[in-house]
């Protein structure tokens, strides 16, 4: 549950004003160090995501493990467990 309310937060972090901007102001290199910088210290296993500006998705990645005891690797693909985190988000949707 923990991890998941970690990857959660990253995930609204992205959503700050640290990364609002036009796609013109988009780094990718940017979004890389942080994410690697806060799986790392927020010792969060695996994540994917998706950077959407106007309705349109403009990049998404993947990073870590899916399941680290068996070192599979997360994919655009891999379904996380969210259970009741997610009211916390998609009353807005």
């Known amino acids: ?3 998941t309310l ?8 992205f959503t700050s004003s640290s990364f609002r901007g036009t796609a013109q102001t988009f780094n990718k290199k940017d979004l890389n160090n942080y994410i690697k ?9 695996g994540l994917a995501y998706a950077v ?10 993947a990073y870590g493990f ?4 068996l070192q599979s690797p997360v ?3 891999t ?12 009353p807005p949707l």
């Open 66 to 69: 899916a399941n680290v005891e």
């Open 52 to 61: 959407i500006l106007n309705g349109k998705i403009i990049d998404t990645g």
């Open 75 to 77: 994919t655009m693909h």
């Open 37 to 45: 910088t806060e799986m790392k210290g927020e010792q969060i296993p």
């Open 6 to 13: 970690l990857t959660i937060v990253l995930l609204t972090l």
């Open 1 to 3: 549950m923990t991890k």
């Open 79 to 90: 379904k996380f467990a969210l259970g009741s985190i997610g009211k916390t988000f998609t």
